[in-house]
């Protein structure tokens, strides 16, 4: 495969270098605010290492935090990342090959290495491109989260320190790109309320899973949806937030993460 | 978190990866289940930011977390660089609990 990293423009090299630094910050964020939380640093590093997917990572973790059982963790981590489903079905030319090299690469399947696959029309580009992205943000995202997880034990006074503010920031910095779209925003809101709504009432960590109600509005409206085509296009279009979807064409400034 | 949850998690989450390299020459997702896919993943993290903001256990959070995440999403919105927008939210949280803010 090193041959074919030849091939690869510097330009999109360059990009997959600033994609992986802004995912380590991310991770270093979610390895030292898991264990800052009281979690043994095992779990974020486990959680990296086996899942590698950002955004499900904060969310098992985040449903932990605030107390709520495995099962809720566990669905809701499940539920975030049922969008690499599509992603798969998008970029699954890519994993041609033996079939140790198709077991492997779809661990490496992210929003990131989809949306730097999906730059490129040439097959051999569209390979060398995922496998570069996905190894390499294997490497450092794993490194940054124990880096995290470690320097995350040192720290004493978590609420004196404000650091349970920095996980809703985190997410919330990550997600601005994806509430661009109104369509997406409104449901996003009507979600969020329903689980601010039901939090008083259920056990921690189903009111978030409660907030997928909020997709009922487009449910309803479901040929509209499907006409505009809006996620078909999303699954494929640039400047997208990691967390939420593929980022054809990476920003640098705005973080991301697997 | 039971090393079992992990586990299916992992387990689950490498089995909806797999799925598309794996049936993609045979099956086509209908074009209304990618939109619903691709809007669940924001619908789930906006509310988890706004219970993780908002509520601690069933009650409120008090005023310190929820004024940090806000100095840090408007300094997001003004695309400030990552570690500024966590620093700062982190910050305004613990100076106002210092100044007695819960």
Do not use: K
């Given at each position: 495969?090193?041959?074919s990293?030849?091939?690869l423009?510097?330009g999109?090299?360059?990009d ?9 910050l991310v ?19 486990a ?7 950002g ?20 669905a809701?981590?499940l ?14 030319d ?5 079939r ?7 661990h490496?399947?992210t ?6 696959a999906l ?7 569209r390979r ?35 650091l ?6 985190v997410l919330?910095?990550?997600?601005l ?9 409104n449901a996003t ?16 960590g ?10 009922l509005?487009?449910?309803l409206?479901?040929?509209?949806t499907?006409?505009?085509?809006t996620?078909a ?8 937030s ?10 640098p400034?705005?973080?991301r993460?697997p | ?6 586990l299916?998690?992992?387990a689950?989450?490498?089995?909806l990866?797999?799925?598309?390299p794996?049936?993609r ?7 209304h289940?990618r939109a619903?896919?691709a809007?669940?993943a ?6 988890l ?5 908002l509520?601690?256990g069933?009650?409120f959070a ?14 997001a919105?003004?695309?400030?660089p ?11 949280t ?7 803010v819960?």
């Open positions: 495969m090193s041959s990293w030849r091939t423009d510097r999109t090299i360059h997959i270098a600033l994609v992986c630094l802004a995912d380590s991770g270093a964020s979610f390895g030292a605010i898991s264990v800052s939380g009281g979690l043994p640093a095992w779990v974020p590093i959680l990296s290492v086996l899942v590698f997917a955004g499900s990572q904060f969310a098992a973790v985040g449903v932990l935090l605030a107390g709520g059982g495995p099962l809720a963790a566990v809701t981590g539920v975030l990342n049922t969008r690499l489903l599509p992603l798969g079905f998008a970029v699954g890519v994993l041609g090959g033996p140790w090299s198709r077991l492997l690469g779809a490496l399947l929003d990131e290495s989809a949306a730097f730059r490129h029309q040439d097959p051999a580009r060398a491109a995922f496998w570069l992205c996905g190894l390499a943000l294997f490497a450092c995202w794993n490194l940054s989260v124990v880096l995290g997880a470690v320097a995350g034990g040192a720290i004493g006074d978590t609420a004196a320190l404000g349970d503010a920095a996980f809703p920031t919330l910095a990550l997600l790109p994806a509430l661009a779209d109104r369509a997406t925003r809101f009507l979600g969020a309320a329903a689980a601010l709504a039901a939090t008083p009432f259920l056990p921690p189903l009111p978030v899973l409660l907030a997928l109600v909020g997709l509005p487009a449910l409206t479901r040929p509209a499907a006409e505009r085509a996620a296009d999303r699954a494929t279009a640039p400047d997208r990691a967390v939420t979807a593929p980022a054809a064409a990476p920003a400034e705005a973080p993460c | 978190m039971p090393l079992i949850a992990l299916a998690l992992a689950g989450t490498y089995a990866r797999l799925a598309g794996a049936f020459d045979r099956l086509r997702l209908p074009d289940l619903l896919l809007v669940a924001p619908v789930l993290l906006v509310a930011v706004a219970t993780a903001t509520t601690e069933h009650g008090g005023w310190a977390r929820p004024a940090g995440v806000l100095v840090g999403g408007v300094l919105v003004r695309r400030l990552f570690p500024v927008v966590v620093v700062a939210a982190a910050a305004t613990a100076l106002l609990r210092l100044a007695g819960g």
